[in-house]
T-cell receptor
Framework: GAVVSQHPSRVICKSGTSVKIECRSLDFQATTMFWYRQFPKKSLMLMAT?????????EQGVEKDKFLINHASLTLSTLTVTSAHPEDSSFYIC????????????FGQGTRLTVV | ELKVEQNPLFLSMQEGKNYTIYCNYS?????LYWYRQDPGKSLESLFV?????AVKQEGRLMASLDTKARLSTLHITAAVHDLSATYFCAVNFGNEKLTFGTGTRLTIIP
């Protein structure tokens, strides 16, 4: 299957700082990527849809100014958590589908963010 | 509202036993996915079900889809310890987004 790489896998940052998470499609071009958030022992919640060359589409209740998404190329989407607070600590996962084949989504390895 | 519900949420079962996880969803879809998640890890794709009556099997796991009943099942046969994980179903409701079920945490007891 296609490969989606997410980096970093773990990050610890201080409150008030910003952290950037990268999601790359390694062997295909992805016009659309998705960002999910997962709290401990909970399911995945879609945060936003990242669209190459245009603004991301955020789900209801997700602060777009706090979670900045940039999809500047067909193989890279980034999620920046700005002015991080301890409540932003979570597991963030990205996914992408191959163009012309929306039947399957491929997931990155996930990023464990801890804000101290 | 687009909803995906799984049951049970927690399941402890002995090795060698059979059990079924259920995934119900709220509105029409013919694209349903099953994933496995180990602690601290991302999702591993298990099955992609794309039509009514679809049945897929891999090892001790078998998944099926009944689009009329809006129900998918994940059946575990003769469970082994390695199958301990959290299992999620997810549904595509026609907009490329996936809506995930609540997850079923499966623990296989020796």
């Amino acid at each position: 299957g296609a490969v989606v790489s997410q980096h970093p896998s773990r990050v610890i940052c201080k409150s008030g700082t910003s952290v950037k998470i990268e999601c790359r499609s390694l062997d295909f071009q992805a016009t659309t990527m998705f960002w999910y958030r997962q709290f401990p022992k909970k399911s995945l919640m879609l945060m936003a849809t990242s669209n190459e060359g245009s603004k991301a589409t955020y789900e209801q209740g997700v602060e777009k100014d706090k979670f900045l998404i940039n999809h500047a190329s067909l193989t890279l989407s980034t999620l920046t958590v700005t002015s991080a607070h301890p409540e932003d600590s979570s597991f963030y996962i990205c996914s992408a589908s191959q163009p012309g084949s929306v039947t399957e989504a491929f997931f990155g390895q996930g990023t464990r963010l801890t804000v101290v | 509202e687009l909803k995906v519900e799984q049951n049970p949420l927690f399941l402890s079962m002995q090795e060698g036993k059979n059990y079924t996880i259920y995934c119900n969803y709220s509105t029409t879809s013919d694209r349903l996915y099953w994933y496995r998640q180990d602690p601290g890890k991302s999702l591993e794709s298990l099955f992609v079900l794309l039509s009514n009556g679809a049945v897929k099997q891999e090892g001790r796991l078998m998944a099926s889809l009944d689009t009329k009943a809006r129900l998918s099942t994940l059946h575990i046969t003769a469970a082994v310890h390695d199958l301990s994980a959290t299992y999620f179903c997810a549904v595509n409701f026609g907009n490329e987004k996936l809506t995930f079920g609540t997850g079923t945490r499966l623990t296989i007891i020796p």
